[in-house]
C-alpha cells in the first residue's frame, strides 16, 4: 500500500468552477502537510502548507486537514484557465525534516 | 537570484555510458534533493544533502551517486546508464531544519535512455 493516495485525474472543468483535490494516507504520523502545483514541463511549486489539523486560506485557495480521516483537501474556488496544472500532495514526519513523500499528483484543466 | 538552475535540459544515453546531472542554488539553502519523476508516479527521492559534506539516500537510490563539496552545488551521478532511468530528474533545495516543507525546484532533465 502506498503511503500517499491521490486520484491521478485528469480532472477537467469550466472556468468559475469550484474545484476539490483530495489525498488520504496511511502513516498517521505525518504532522507537514503541503500542495505543490507543478505546470507543464516546469518544477513543482508550494502553493500551500498546513501544519497538523484545520484549515489554511489563501485568496482562492483553501486547505484542509482531516487527520482522523487521514484525509487532506485542497478546494480552489472561482478555478481560472491559469489553475491549469498537476497538483500534488505532500507530507512530512515532524522528526524526518528533510523528507517529503508525494503523492502522484492530479492533472486539473480549466476550459474558458 | 536565479533560484535553482540544473543543466542540460535534455539528454540522451545509451545504456551502459554514465554521465552527470548539475544542479546549483544562490539562495544559500543547507538542504538539497534530487528527485526523479516518472508520469503517473510522483516525485521519488533519490538522495539528499543537509550540508556540505553529508549525504543520505532517499527511496530509490539504486543506480546513482551524489556528493556535495559546496553549498551551492549537488551532482548527480549516473554509472552505466539503464532503460529504467528515463524519466525526468529534479533537483530542490530548502532553507534547513525546520522549513524543508517549502521547497524550491528546478526546470528539470529530461533523460532518455536507450
Known amino acids: 500500500q502506498k503511503e500517499v493516495e491521490q486520484d491521478p485525474g485528469p480532472l477537467s472543468v469550466p472556468e468559475g468552477a469550484i474545484v476539490s483535490l483530495n489525498c488520504t494516507y496511511s502513516?498517521?504520523?505525518?504532522?507537514?502537510f503541503m500542495w505543490y502545483r507543478q505546470y507543464s514541463r516546469k518544477g513543482p511549486e508550494l502553493l500551500m502548507y498546513t501544519y497538523s489539523s484545520g484549515n489554511k486560506e489563501d485568496g482562492r485557495f483553501t486547505a484542509q486537514v482531516d487527520k482522523s480521516s487521514k484525509y487532506i483537501s485542497l478546494f480552489i474556488r472561482d478555478s481560472q484557465p491559469s489553475d491549469s496544472a498537476t497538483y500534488l500532495c505532500a507530507m512530512s514526519l515532524p522528526t524526518s525534516g528533510s523528507r517529503l513523500t508525494f503523492g502522484e499528483g492530479t492533472q486539473l484543466t480549466v476550459n474558458p | 537570484n536565479a533560484g535553482v538552475t540544473q543543466t542540460p535540459k535534455f539528454r540522451i544515453l545509451k545504456i551502459g555510458q554514465s554521465m552527470t546531472l548539475q544542479c546549483a542554488q544562490d539562495m544559500n539553502h543547507n538542504y538539497m534533493y534530487w528527485y526523479r519523476q516518472d508520469p503517473g508516479m510522483g516525485l521519488k527521492l533519490i538522495y539528499y544533502s543537509v550540508g556540505a559534506g553529508i549525504t543520505d539516500k532517499g527511496e530509490v537510490p539504486n543506480g546513482y551517486n551524489v556528493s556535495r563539496s559546496t553549498t551551492e552545488d549537488f551532482p548527480l551521478r549516473l554509472e552505466l546508464a539503464a532503460p529504467s532511468q528515463t524519466s525526468v530528474y529534479f533537483c530542490?533545495?530548502?532553507?534547513?531544519?525546520?522549513?524543508?516543507?517549502?521547497?524550491?525546484f528546478g526546470p528539470g532533465t529530461r533523460l532518455t535512455v536507450t
Open positions: 530542490a533545495s530548502s532553507l534547513g531544519q525546520g522549513f524543508s516543507y517549502e521547497q524550491y
Open positions: 502513516n498517521s504520523a505525518f504532522q507537514y
